[in-house]
């Protein structure tokens, strides 16, 4: 019998990470050329596209020094191939204004064939964000 499911449950672990903060394990799904990107302009401080593990883990350093994340809930995964769509709802605070931001958002998450994560691509309503933030 097939496998329909390979990589979700490797998405779901990796939001389980996130989400009690082992960012460490996390970078571990990391492939070495993995591309990490996240929208929003100049206005967004933490948006960018990094690239590779070292790169990737100061993004979690930066994201964490300017937001308090209090929910990075997925809601809906989708499997096609080696690429995981997953929409979910992120609830934080901005640390320097302490200004409260609700987006819904829409990840992609693309593997290689040895499951490491090759390719991340996050959006969500930069606007809102870009508010929270104050500029």
Not at 7 to 25: R, S, T
Not at 68 to 75: L, Q
Request: include cysteine.
């Amino acid at each position: 019998m097939d496998v329909l499911v390979n990589h979700i449950e490797a998405v779901q672990n990796m939001y389980k990470l996130f989400n009690k903060g082992d960012i460490p394990g996390l970078i571990k799904k990391l492939d070495r050329d993995c591309i990490w990107e996240v929208m929003g302009g100049k206005e967004i401080p933490h948006a960018g596209i990094y690239h590779g593990p070292d790169d990737i883990r100061n993004f979690f350093e930066k994201l964490g020094s300017l937001i308090d994340t209090t929910e990075m809930a997925p809601e809906n995964l989708y499997e096609d191939g080696n690429l995981v769509t997953v929409t979910g709802q992120w609830k934080g605070s901005i640390r320097k204004n302490k200004k409260l931001f609700s987006t819904p958002w829409l990840m992609t998450v693309e593997f290689n064939d040895a499951g490491k994560v090759v390719h991340f691509k996050d959006c969500y309503d930069t606007l809102t964000i870009a508010k929270a933030y104050g500029l």
